[in-house]
């Protein structure tokens, strides 16, 4: 069965810092990959998929950006965090067949101070 | 993008059915319907999809209106666990986008 992980869980970040965030998804091949951001109390806001390796489709212009090393790795990166780049960070997984249904991790829940 | 239009909340009942609306006046033909769920803390979940027919599954069962204007995601017996926010999504065939709303949240009273 397929399952996909998120770390870390929670990150506390100072203005200004780096990020990374990492999403990994097992068994399945060729995936596409999301990542989205959630405000306190606003809806799922999508900020980048990827259909493959080193290919990156940008929703949303920002500080943020991500990237796909391997073809069920995707990381979500940024050189200086913003305040405004706070929330919950959630990675999807999803098979296009026709049509798709996404799958989404446990989340990164992220305060910048 | 298609826009779905979900009341902000609603409240039932342990042990009772849940219908929850959607309206999508705009949709196309190529458009599926899509229901997620979202409990406190968590991811999306997957429930249910369709594109013209009534679907079924463990989860729930989805109404789908013959004009395909409106939809109806109905549990047919809430439990605690199903309170959380649900989101009624069109996805354009072919598309990999989900456009997330803001859903209505569901409180279930024991």
């Known amino acids: 069965s397929q399952t996909i992980h998120q770390w870390p869980a929670t990150l506390v970040q100072p203005v200004g810092s780096p990020l990374s965030l990492e999403c990994t998804v097992e068994g399945t091949s060729n995936p596409n990959l999301y990542w989205y951001r959630q405000a306190a109390g606003r809806g799922l806001q999508l900020l980048f998929y990827s259909v493959g390796i080193g290919q990156i489709s940008s929703e949303v212009p920002q500080n943020l950006s991500a990237s796909r090393p391997q073809d069920r790795q995707f990381i979500l990166s940024s050189k200086k965090l913003l305040l405004s780049d706070s929330g919950f960070y959630l990675c999807a997984w999803g098979l296009l067949r026709g049509q798709e249904t996404q799958y989404f991790g446990p989340g990164t829940r992220l305060l910048v101070l | ?110």
Request: with cysteine.
């Open chain 2, 1 to 110: 993008d298609a826009k779905t239009t979900q009341p902000n909340s609603m409240e039932s009942n342990e042990e009772e059915p849940v219908h929850l609306p959607c309206n999508h006046s705009t949709i196309s033909g190529t458009d599926y319907i899509h229901w997620y769920r979202q409990l406190p803390s968590q991811g999306p979940e997957y429930v249910i999809h369709g594109l013209t027919s009534n679907v079924n599954n463990r989860m729930a069962s989805l109404a789908i209106a013959e004009d395909r204007k409106s939809s109806t995601l109905i549990l047919h017996r809430a439990t605690l666990r199903d309170a959380a926010v649900y989101y009624c999504i069109l996805q354009i065939q072919g598309a990999q986008k989900l456009v997330f709303g803001q859903g209505t949240r569901l409180t279930i009273n024991p």
